[in-house]
């Protein structure tokens, strides 16, 4: 079953066609980053009208790239929220107008299952239960999955995200946006143990987290060593970077070991960061676990992941009527 995946969530435009949830034939991403870097953020009037510019070539690329003929696609999986109200209409829009048009089924997807669902794009997949922490720009939470379907929120965040916090100390280091990726390259040439900052609630109890403090601990250092010429950005890149893996990694570990669940995934932009890549399969090999992390393009968003959730959604039956609306929170 050919599905063209669709997904305008906030700052991508993107789309794809999947065969039967597993095979990428066609993935096309296009980023807004230069319209909103020099804004610090995502603006969210503008990722509107960019993906109103961009919806149409990108469907058309993607399509074109797949191989198949617009008659072969059988339904259209779309993303439904959470994001950005203007910018999910604009994708919503378009896919209930174009499966109305062919007379195919119209799936909306919740987009964190859409990420969970990105580990089946890749030959390797994680079988039933596994334990999956999601970490990105909007959400960071840890769930458990019983099925492409079925899945449980263990502990979630309690103010920022992981990517937010990413991006919020980038911006105060004055590095751009979106900042993850660059502290990511920057840490390589910094040294973790310079500056130890706060890992908060490690050691809490539970599966939530908190993000915002880490943040403050940066904006507060740098503050006080304003004046000093021998801080170096790297190392404070690299300690910042630290204390969030370590705190993820712990926390999906201890949640995999309380369900005795031996399959964990990382999954979400944040998935893309060398130091959480390596931390969670180092500290997984010791206990006995099997890590599941998608390739780089398919932690960050994209339509391939909606596709493939799309596919299970519809083989569970799983309807969008052509008169249904967007969300804009995680229900
Ligand atoms: O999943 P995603 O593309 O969009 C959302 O659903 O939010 O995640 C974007 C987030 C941004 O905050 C970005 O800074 C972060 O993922 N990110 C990274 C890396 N690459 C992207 N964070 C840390 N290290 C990276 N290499
Ligand atoms: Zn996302």
């Given at each position: 079953?050919f599905?063209?995946?669709?997904e305008t969530?906030?700052?991508?435009t993107?789309?794809?066609?999947?065969?039967?949830?597993?095979?990428?034939?066609?993935?096309?991403?296009?980023?807004?980053?230069?319209?909103h870097?020099?804004?610090?953020g995502?603006?969210p009037?503008?990722?509107s009208?960019?993906?109103?510019?961009?919806?149409?070539?990108?469907?058309?690329?993607?399509?074109?790239?797949?191989?198949i003929?617009?008659?072969?696609?059988?339904?259209?999986?779309?993303t439904?929220?959470p994001?950005?109200?203007?910018a999910?209409?604009?994708?919503?829009?378009?896919?209930?107008?174009y499966?109305?048009?062919?007379?195919?089924p119209?799936?909306g997807?919740?987009?964190?299952?859409?990420?969970?669902?990105?580990?089946?794009?890749e030959?390797l997949a994680p079988?039933?239960?596994f334990v999956?922490?999601?970490?990105?720009?909007?959400?960071?939470?840890?769930?458990?999955v019983t099925s492409h379907?079925?899945?449980?929120?263990?502990?979630q965040?309690?103010?920022?995200?992981?990517?937010?916090a990413?991006?919020?100390?980038?911006?105060?280091?004055?590095?751009?946006?979106?900042g993850?990726?660059?502290?990511?390259?920057l840490?390589?040439e910094?040294?973790p143990r310079?500056i130890?900052?706060?890992?908060?609630?490690l050691?809490?109890?539970?599966?939530d987290?908190?993000?915002?403090g880490?943040?403050t601990?940066?904006s507060?250092?740098?503050h006080?060593h304003q004046?000093?010429h021998?801080?170096?950005i790297?190392?404070?890149?690299?300690?910042?970077?630290?204390?969030?893996?370590?705190?993820l990694?712990f926390?999906?570990i201890n949640?995999a070991?309380k369900k005795?669940c031996?399959h964990?995934?990382?999954v979400?932009?944040v998935?893309?960061?060398s130091g959480?890549?390596?931390?969670?399969r180092?500290?997984?090999?010791?206990q006995g676990l099997k890590v599941?992390i998608?390739s780089v393009?398919?932690?960050?968003?994209?339509?391939?992941?909606?596709?493939a959730a799309?596919y299970?959604?519809?083989?569970?039956?799983?309807?969008?009527?052509?008169?249904?609306?967007?969300?804009?929170?995680?229900?």
């Amino acid at each position: 079953m050919f599905i063209l995946g669709i997904e305008t969530s906030c700052d991508e435009t993107a789309a794809a066609v999947v065969e039967d949830g597993t095979a990428v034939l066609s993935s096309k991403v296009s980023s807004q980053v230069e319209v909103h870097h020099r804004y610090g953020g995502v603006v969210p009037e503008l990722a509107s009208r960019k993906h109103l510019e961009s919806i149409v070539p990108v469907v058309a690329a993607a399509i074109r790239d797949s191989g198949i003929n617009t008659d072969q696609i059988e339904a259209v999986a779309v993303t439904r929220g959470p994001g950005l109200v203007g910018a999910l209409l604009v994708g919503f829009s378009f896919a209930k107008a174009y499966a109305y048009s062919l007379g195919i089924p119209l799936i909306g997807v919740n987009h964190l299952e859409g990420h969970i669902n990105s580990v089946f794009l890749e030959s390797l997949a994680p079988p039933f239960p596994f334990v999956a922490l999601l970490a990105s720009g909007g959400h960071t939470g840890i769930y458990y999955v019983t099925s492409h379907t079925t899945i449980e929120l263990m502990g979630q965040t309690r103010d920022d995200a992981a990517g937010e916090a990413f991006d919020k100390v980038a911006k105060i280091l004055g590095l751009g946006y979106p900042g993850g990726e660059i502290i990511d390259r920057l840490s390589r040439e910094g040294d973790p143990r310079k500056i130890a900052f706060t890992r908060p609630y490690l050691n809490k109890s539970g599966f939530d987290f908190s993000f915002s403090g880490i943040k403050t601990a940066v904006s507060l250092y740098v503050h006080k060593h304003q004046s000093d010429h021998k801080i170096r950005i790297p190392d404070i890149a690299a300690g910042f970077q630290e204390a969030v893996v370590e705190v993820l990694a712990f926390k999906l570990i201890n949640a995999a070991l309380k369900k005795e669940c031996e399959h964990i995934a990382v999954v979400g932009g944040v998935a893309a960061n060398s130091g959480l890549r390596h931390k969670v399969r180092r500290d997984a090999e010791r206990q006995g676990l099997k890590v599941y992390i998608p390739s780089v393009k398919l932690c960050g968003d994209n339509a391939a992941m909606i596709a493939a959730a799309g596919y299970h959604y519809f083989q569970a039956g799983i309807e969008t009527k052509l008169t249904d609306d967007v969300f804009s929170r995680a229900k």
